[in-house]
């Protein structure tokens, strides 16, 4: 498509159920990133997949957060047992070729996000 | 540690009036250092880097920042705002090497008529 896209776009749910979010990066980029954004709050990494390498985690909050992204293009982050301090907005994004940060073609591009919001 | 840090949570300007934006940075190293904008119901849009050579770095929609590493900031600026430039404002600060870019919270910025 032309931009990354998210769905749901907006997500209630109960305190103890399991949300699975849904990001489809644009055609053709090799990385992806998740990053959550609370209220008031900057924009927290999550996860970083590049190709078919190991994903980088170490942003991920608790056990209770994983991502997959499936024949290297899209991602689902699922959030099991969601808590109250989980609700935020889930962003993603994509970039064209491995994060460097000084390359032209790793600019990440966002998708709209999904706002979560558990009860 | 690293951290970034946006001592402005909102700011009003005049259309038409210049802005700048602050952000100071913490890192032990020469930092790559990113400008992005969030405008309402749209998703982040990179407006402009830093992470070599020319200290003053041209972006996209007027905008400007410029590294200084004796003051640990890379302001933003823009010398004539336009109400469309209303919107947020993230700093970030980040390496090569993995990615492990950490944002600032945010500049809120209104332009008022």
């Known amino acids: 498509g032309a931009g990354v896209s998210q769905s749901p776009s907006n997500k209630v749910t109960e305190k103890g159920k399991d949300v699975e979010l849904r990001c489809d990066p644009i055609?053709?980029?090799?990385?992806l990133y998740w990053y959550r954004q609370s209220l008031g709050q900057g924009l927290e990494f999550l996860i970083y997949f590049q190709g078919n390498s190991a994903p980088d985690k170490s942003g991920l909050p608790s056990d209770r957060f994983s991502a997959e992204r499936t024949g290297g293009s899209v991602s689902t982050l699922t959030i099991q047992r969601t808590q109250q301090e989980d609700s935020a907005v889930y962003l993603c994004a994509s970039s064209l070729t491995p994060w460097t940060g000084k390359s032209r073609t790793d600019t990440q591009y966002f998708g709209p996000g999904t706002r979560l919001t558990v009860l | 540690a690293q951290s970034v840090t946006q001592p402005d949570i909102h700011i009003t300007v005049s259309e038409g009036a210049s802005l700048e934006l602050r952000c100071n940075y913490s890192y032990g190293a020469t930092p790559y250092l990113f400008w992005y904008v969030q405008s309402p119901g749209q998703g982040l849009q990179l407006l402009l880097k830093y992470f070599s050579g020319d200290t003053l770095v041209q972006g996209i929609k007027g905008f400007e920042a410029e590294f200084k590493r004796s003051q640990s900031s890379f302001n933003l600026r823009k010398p004539s705002v336009h109400w469309s430039d209303a919107a947020e404002y993230f700093c970030?600060?980040?390496?090569?090497?993995?990615?492990?870019?950490?944002f600032g919270a945010g500049t809120r910025l209104f332009v008022k008529a």
């Open positions: 055609s053709g980029h090799t990385a």
């Open positions: 970030a600060v980040g390496r090569s090497g993995g990615f492990k870019t950490i």
